[in-house]
């Protein structure tokens, strides 16, 4: 009987140590107060840093993060252009043949729209071969088309902040004269019109909270007169996952704190010419994180830039019907080429 009891309190013992290490409980009890202790390297004000940025100057402090890697390709569909209404950057996956494809057959052909210009461009990354098959198939495809972008890193889950970032770099340097960026992923349903609709007449104008000292404020110049501040998508107010067999685990050594700052999905958002810019120059001094639409809620955070929610953004598939898609900017969930073009016909015929 005491050897029966004994067996029993080790198997107890054993399956709830099991839950507290698999839950994370110890994680969830010792997290930071993000209300009144977040903070984020750089901790200090970057107001001015990308002040001085912007304004081609050298800042009082060194960049802390500079991602050291090339663009293998480029594209000129920016320097010809006097104006540009849209510049659509779809991230993709190397061996998404048909999403693109799909896309060059939907939204992403570049005359859809009367009066209004605009281009888009996929970026990707590599393949761990230098001369694979699936990288030959890639040559093939930018020769045909030529509008990819690629860069020299592993083209991975986690490697999507630094697809969005480079994006944002190549952006800052050879297209910086678009009215506004959206950033896709390549599964998504998007409508150009609604969205060219909502950034003209709908969205509202975000601010930027200005930190710091009065002089502080008084040297940063964020805010351009007739420049719009726009930050749109379907935006987040959620806490870091610690369960560890998650696949979006986070340790507190990571990111301590009980609450992420508001973030947008990063399957789709919008962002006006200014907010480009002012997010390119400041994640020079925001430290990386795996996430990148966490990432840029923090950057965000760190800006003094408060996203702004906009309910025609789906980050889950919003079931299909005609009147229901009639004001849909963009929907998640179009990973098959057919029906992407099926119900992006059915809407762009209305």
């Not at 969830?28 to 903070?39: G, I, Q, R």
């Not at 500079?66 to 320097?79: D, G």
């Not at 953004?313 to 029906?339: L, N, T």
Request: glycine share 4%; proline share 4%; net charge positive.
């Amino acid at each position: 009987m005491r050897r029966r009891k004994c067996y029993q309190f080790i198997v107890i013992v054993c399956v709830l140590m099991y839950v507290y290490y698999f839950f994370g409980v110890s994680d969830y009890m010792y997290t930071k107060s993000f209300d009144t202790e977040f903070h984020y390297p750089l901790d200090v004000n970057i107001q001015p840093l990308i002040s001085k940025v912007l304004n081609n100057k050298k800042p009082a402090q060194p960049p802390i993060n500079v991602y050291p890697y090339k663009f293998l390709t480029n594209s000129i569909k920016c320097m010809t252009l006097d104006r540009l209404d849209l510049f659509i950057v779809v991230k993709s996956a190397m061996g998404n043949f048909d999403n693109r494809n799909g896309i060059r057959q939907t939204y992403g052909q570049e005359k859809l729209i009367m009066g209004k210009i605009v281009r888009i461009l996929f970026f990707v990354g590599i393949d761990d071969e230098v001369k694979s098959p699936l990288q030959k198939r890639i040559d093939e495809e930018m020769a045909i088309f030529k509008d990819i972008i690629q860069m020299d890193f592993h083209d991975s889950y986690y490697n999507n902040t630094i697809k969005t970032m480079m994006s944002f770099r190549w952006l800052f340097d050879h297209c910086s004269n678009a009215a506004n960026y959206l950033f896709t992923d390549d599964d998504m349903y998007v409508s150009v019109r609604n969205l060219l609709k909502y950034v003209d007449y709908e969205a509202p104008e975000n601010r930027i909270v200005m930190h710091g000292s009065k002089r502080d404020r008084d040297s940063v110049m964020l805010h351009h007169e007739g420049q719009k501040i726009i930050f749109a998508g379907y935006v987040f107010n959620s806490s870091p996952q610690r369960f560890r067999s998650s696949k979006w685990h986070v340790s507190l050594e990571e990111y301590p704190w009980n609450k992420w700052p508001p973030y947008v999905t990063a399957g789709a958002f919008v962002v006006s010419n200014r907010v480009m810019k002012i997010m390119y120059a400041g994640s020079l001094f925001v430290k990386h994180f795996r996430f990148d639409d966490i990432y840029l809620g923090i950057l965000a955070k760190k800006i003094g830039l408060e996203p702004t929610h906009c309910s025609k953004f789906y980050f889950y598939k919003k079931k299909y019907s005609v009147e229901g898609y009639r004001d849909v900017i963009a929907s998640h969930g179009y990973d098959d080429s057919q029906e992407l073009y099926r119900v992006w016909s059915e809407q762009y015929s209305l």
